[in-house]
Each structure stands twice: as C-alpha cells, then as structure tokens.
C-alpha cells in the first residue's frame, strides 16, 4: 500500500461508513480517487460504492455472515494499479459497540510493466469489460485473464479508445467467495 501496511473503516448496521483511519485518505488520492476521501464518504453506504449489483449482494452476504455468526472473516483480494500487482486481504470483524470493523492489510505487491487497461486517469469510450473484483482477471471471450493479456487480446496497442470497466467476479473467486458464505 505504497508506504502503508493496514487501513482501517467502521461501518454501522446499516452499511453506512462511521470511520476511516489516516491511511484511507493518502491510498485515495495516491490513487487519484479524491472522490472517495473520507470527507465525501463519512456518512454513506459502504454499498453505494460498488457499481456492480452482484459485487454489492456478495459484500451484504458476507457482512450478513460475520454479523450472524459472530466469526471474523479473511477475504483476499488485489488492487492493482498501472504498475503494480498489490495483494491484500480484508479482514471483517464481527460488530462491537454497533460497529463492525474492516482492516485492509497489504500483503505483498510485485512491479509490473505500465498496463494502460488499468490507469484510471484515461480517458474511456466504447466497449464495455469486466474485471473480477477479487483476483482482478478481465472477462474477455469466455476467460478470465490478467490485464497485461487482456490489453493484448483486445489489441489495445493499436487502439485510440481504452474500453470502459465494470466490475464482476470470476467462477474461481466465486468458488471461494460461497465458501465464506
């Protein structure tokens, strides 16, 4: 996490983010996403932030588990960046106090040649893709690949328009994803 091992959030019953460490801010804007800084988040749905309904009935089912059970939960996970691999898990503790606690901890990141498919400062048009929330593969004619493959499959190198993302998730991290529910 680019100088930072663990980032910290607490959401109440109802989803809504009651609080964010230090870390949240500094990962927002190193990731040119000053819109999810904690001034404009504070307050809101947790599940407002995720576009995609299936990702966001997933999370309400995990919340929905730890809360039932009273287990915390380890879930991995990737957030690339254009010249990263990161690796982290997401920790999700029953509540306290009405709160439950999530703790984003870094586990390993590996260097990566630029990968245009995921720089968030491009300009996008066109096409639609998918990529997993989880392990970040792109859905590209019946596979799930890494981006690095998906930019070749989709001849972005000869391309002027960077197609737009969804986010989904893969068979295999739906295998793993039921596991936990």
């Known amino acids: 996490m680019m100088g930072f091992n663990e980032i910290t959030y607490t959401i109440d019953s109802d989803g809504k ?3 964010t460490s230090l870390e949240w801010d500094e990962f927002a804007k190193q990731n040119h996403a000053p819109s999810l800084c904690k001034g404009a988040v504070h ?4 599940f407002d ?3 995609s309904r299936e990702v966001r009935d997933i999370y309400r089912s995990l919340l929905e588990r730890v809360c039932r059970d009273r287990r ?3 879930i991995p996970f990737r957030c ?3 010249t990263e691999r990161r690796f982290y898990n997401l920790t999700i503790a029953p509540p306290v106090d009405g709160v439950i606690n999530m703790t984003v901890s870094h586990v390993q990141t590996k260097e990566r040649d630029y990968c245009s498919l995921l720089d968030v400062t491009i300009d996008r048009e066109g096409d639609l893709i998918s990529v997993c929330s989880w392990c970040k593969k ?3 004619t019946n596979d799930w690949v890494e981006a690095e493959e998906a930019v070749g499959r989709l001849n972005l190198f ?3 328009a960077t197609p737009r993302i969804t986010h989904s998730i893969c068979e295999d991290c739906m295998e793993s994803m ?3 529910l």
């Open 17 to 19: 983010i009651v609080s």
């Open 43 to 46: 307050g809101q749905s947790i």
């Open 49 to 51: 932030f995720f576009e």
């Open 72 to 74: 915390t939960i380890q």
């Open 80 to 82: 690339d960046s254009p």
């Open 138 to 140: 792109f859905h590209i």
């Open 158 to 160: 000869s391309s002027a």
């Open 178 to 180: 039921s596991e936990l």
